[in-house]
């Protein structure tokens, strides 16, 4: 199952990198992302899928909340992406 995590990353040096880093080394696969320039940050929409099932999307988002310069906007389930 693919979930769609909105993210709000500040200009700095490797915060994209971090991101993915992270979100990687979490068990996720990234199926896709979409980057867009937002004022003084960027905005990513971001879909990943867990490699198995014990992987949980909200356990994956409280992480990257903690990472510097980053925030969670929203979560989106497969049904509500469409």
Sequence with gaps: MTDTLMI??????????????????????IDGLTLRDEGAGRRIE?????RDDGRSVDTLGRQIDRLFGMSRVAD?????AT
Excluded: C, N, T
């Design 46 to 50: 971001m879909a990943v899928r867990g």
């Design 76 to 80: 989106f389930q497969p049904e509500q």
């Design 8 to 29: 709000r990353i500040d200009r700095a040096d490797g915060s994209l990198q971090r991101l993915i880093g992270l979100v990687e080394r979490r068990g996720f696969h």
